[in-house]
């Protein structure tokens, strides 16, 4: 299964009221405080579509770091954003959030389902033999769900040491809550109406965080740009044929020895951008 998204992901205008919106509506900023924070995405959710967001900006002095989630509550239906996503949110039902910290992310499956999965038959050996992800590969699988990882995994501002901190992102020796760090959410589905939901984190899939959730109403991603997250971005997911943008990005990152060498190509300022820092 790889959906295929026709949507530019944008935030809710319907959000907390410390949050600011850039004019694209793709970057969030807690302006005050270290609460009210919390943003939706701008339309439901398709079954296996990632909302993939960026650290921005770091806020020291606060203890706590971004939470991200899903919820069947439409933000149009709520009287007022709650302050927090964790109790405030989760507290009204039907909301679905996790904490993400500097470790401890991974869920641990019990060893017991694991067997029983292995034992279902046919449909078991199917599951088997699905693709293991490597950071080599060019898609994460996740259940039935197929992503493209090009976009997956946070990358540094170009530098003298950013080759070392590219690396460090991609086997995600990086806190997850480090600046650059890219975030994402999605819910593979599992059986009639039901799904799990999975967070991502620089390209590793962290493991079903809640399960069973029902998916009879639509679903929106929340982020909780919270305490010493300060300012997140959104990073838009290709699933189909590669924009000629991207391809042109493809073609010149694969003759580079790195990222810095792109400075030196006759190319307009713009391209050079966009290659440096997508």
Same mark, same amino acid.
């Given at each position: 299964m790889e959906p295929v998204s026709d949507q530019f992901m944008q935030f809710h205008p319907i959000h907390g009221t410390n949050v600011q919106l850039d004019h694209s509506g793709t970057q969030a900023t807690r302006v005050e405080?270290?609460? &009210?924070?919390?943003? =939706?995405?701008?339309y439901p959710l398709k079954p296996g579509e990632i909302f993939?967001?960026?650290?921005?900006?770091?806020?020291?002095?606060w203890c706590g770091h971004l939470r991200v989630g899903?919820?069947?509550?439409?933000?149009?239906?709520?009287?007022?954003?709650?302050?927090?996503?964790?109790?405030? #949110?989760?507290?009204?039902?039907?909301?679905?959030? =996790?904490?993400?910290?500097?470790n401890?992310? *991974?869920?641990? @499956?019990?060893?017991?389902?694991?067997?029983?999965?292995?034992?279902?038959?046919? @449909?078991?050996?199917? &599951?088997?033999? *699905?693709?293991?992800? =490597?950071?080599?590969d060019t898609h994460l699988y996740i259940?039935?769900?197929?992503?493209?990882?090009?976009? #997956?995994?946070?990358?540094?501002?170009?530098?003298r040491y950013s080759h070392i901190l590219d690396d460090l992102?991609?086997? &995600?020796?990086?806190?997850?809550?480090?600046?650059?760090?890219?975030?994402?959410?999605?819910?593979?589905?599992?059986? @009639?109406?039901?799904?799990?939901?999975?967070? %991502?984190?620089?390209? @590793?899939?962290?493991?079903?965080?809640?399960?069973?959730?029902?998916? %009879?109403?639509?679903?929106?991603?929340?982020?909780?740009? =919270?305490?010493a997250t300060k300012c997140v971005r959104i990073v838009q997911v290709e699933y189909g044929f590669s924009s000629l943008q991207t391809l042109c990005r493809k073609a010149i990152q694969k003759h580079i020895v790195h990222?810095?060498?792109i400075d030196w190509l006759e190319l307009p300022e713009a391209l050079k951008h966009y290659c440096k820092y997508e």
């Open positions: 405080s270290f609460a &009210n924070g919390v943003c =939706f995405s701008r993939l967001i960026e650290i921005e900006e770091k806020e020291l002095g899903l919820t069947a509550r439409d933000p149009r239906s709520l009287e007022a954003v709650p302050e927090y996503s964790i109790p405030n #949110l989760t507290d009204l039902g039907d909301s679905w959030i =996790f904490a993400i910290t500097r401890h992310n *991974k869920i641990i @499956e019990d060893a017991g389902e694991e067997d029983v999965a292995g034992d279902q038959g046919d @449909e078991g050996a199917v &599951n088997n033999m *699905k693709p293991k992800a =490597f950071f080599t259940e039935n769900v197929r992503i493209p990882r090009d976009k #997956l995994v946070g990358r540094s501002r170009p530098g992102y991609k086997t &995600n020796a990086l806190p997850p809550t480090a600046r650059r760090s890219r975030i994402g959410v999605l819910y593979a589905p599992k059986g @009639e109406g039901l799904a799990d939901m999975h967070i %991502v984190i620089n390209g @590793e899939d962290m493991g079903a965080s809640a399960k069973g959730i029902s998916t %009879v109403r639509p679903i929106y991603a929340v982020v909780d740009v =919270f305490a990222r810095m060498a």
